[in-house]
């Protein structure tokens, strides 16, 4: 595979992972940063050895080099940032929450579909090895009928209002922060049509769900009990329990290991993640675009909408609004 030029558009925390990842990836190149910030393009991109920076987006997606762009800006401006791109001609992979809500979903897949341009969301956790490794055994039968998920993943963040993780205008909240992991882990197995959704919520004063439980009910009688918090540190565990048997997985949103249990016989994998873990997805996007796909079949883009509509199903119940729900 020859090289492929990334760009990266917003250099918070989050981008310092995939690009430290990118640096050990022989096909891929960071091409370009772009910020608002000019100081913070150059800095990031001299740690990472990035040819080029760039003090404004505009000016960014003019460089012709540029075939993708990774999108890690803030929850609120993912939306503008991939519309950027679309109208760029540029591939876009951009972080959970894809965006805010389903209605900015839909816009940037018609989008990118009505333009043929490569787009794909970020949920680098489904492109893991031992992720991966699981999706191939639930594929055998190994635990039979499935019929419970059980995933969680809280920690306690900035508790400031005007933080980014208690801020709506920042887009702040557990659901959209990390309750985006163990609902599409959910999807990854039991599918993206559950007949019933519920959710509840403890709410900040700023409005903000600080800490959350939501269950999916198919039609099956599967059921899916799922946690997210950002004022809460919980384990981060996820169960698949079946007839037969079930799977633990420790840590699951950057998993490395699980344990696979049949009638009490415990079998353990190990399948570590390379670099910080993001090269995976960074590999499946690379694929993608030297195949000519336009999305990718690990994480189509139907399925982000789709769960986009369910969280926004949730958030109803939850009583959590975002000013963009207005538009």
Known sequence: MKKTNWGIMGPGNIAHKFAESLRNMETAELTAVGSRDADRAKKFAEKYGAKRYYGNYKEFLMDPDIEIVYIA???????????????????????????????QARKLVNTARGKNIFMMEAMWTRYLPAIAKIRELLASGVLGDIRMIKADFGYRGDMKSEGRTLNLALGGGALLDVGIYPLS??????????????????????????QCTFSLYYGGGELAVLSAAVGTNIPTDAYILGTKGFIRIPEFWHASSFELNINGERQLFNLPYISTGYAHEALAAMECLAGGKLESPVMPLDETIRLMEIMDDIRLQLGVKYREDMV
Do not use: Q, R, Y
Request: hydrophobic residues 35%; proline residues 5%.
């Open 73 to 103: 800006t803030t929850h609120t401006s993912h939306f503008e940032c991939a519309m950027m791109c679309l109208e760029a001609g540029k591939g876009v992979l951009c972080e959970k929450p894809f965006t805010i809500n389903a209605g």
């Open 185 to 210: 882990f959910t999807t990854m197995i039991l599918g993206t049509e559950p007949e019933k959704v519920t959710g509840l919520a403890c709410l900040n004063p700023t409005g903000a769900d600080e």
